[in-house]
């Protein structure tokens, strides 16, 4: 029985490469970018940063993967660690959860030294203001 199991396994696998891998990735390279740039902060404000990056995945003016808008220069922190907190919340925004609406595309934190340009802040949260498109 053990063997069947593992066969189906091992073919469910190979027919579909990479599907649960990506998805894995994606997760904690994202819940990597939220430790850099939300430590300390609440889980909430953990979901906000998420948001904003998912929301740019569904932007038609940004890439459309998570490895894609993470890896726009200048955009997000990269991080090498994360905790359990920032995993869960970046595991709950890759599987649908939202706490911002989708024209929210942009994040600043509130002691930034460069003024804001454009956009209508929708939310402040934690040490970060969350904005439309400017």
Aim: glycine share 10%; with cysteine; aromatic share 8%.
């Amino acid at each position: 029985m053990k063997r069947i199991l593992c066969a189906a396994l091992l073919l469910a696998l190979l027919a579909m490469p990479g599907l649960g891998l990506m998805e894995g990735e994606d997760t904690i390279r994202l819940a990597k970018t939220l430790y850099a740039l939300g430590k300390g902060e609440s889980y909430e404000t953990l979901l906000d940063l998420g948001s904003v990056v998912m929301n740019r995945v569904d932007s038609p003016w940004y890439p459309d993967t998570v490895m894609g808008v993470l890896r726009e220069p200048h955009q997000f922190a990269c991080g090498t660690l994360y905790d359990e907190t920032c995993y869960q919340a970046a595991r709950a925004v890759m599987m649908g959860r939202r706490t911002l609406p989708p024209g929210v595309v942009d994040y600043r934190a509130l002691d930034a030294s460069a003024p804001a340009t454009g956009g209508e802040v929708v939310k402040v949260s934690g040490h970060y203001e969350f904005r439309t498109a400017g």
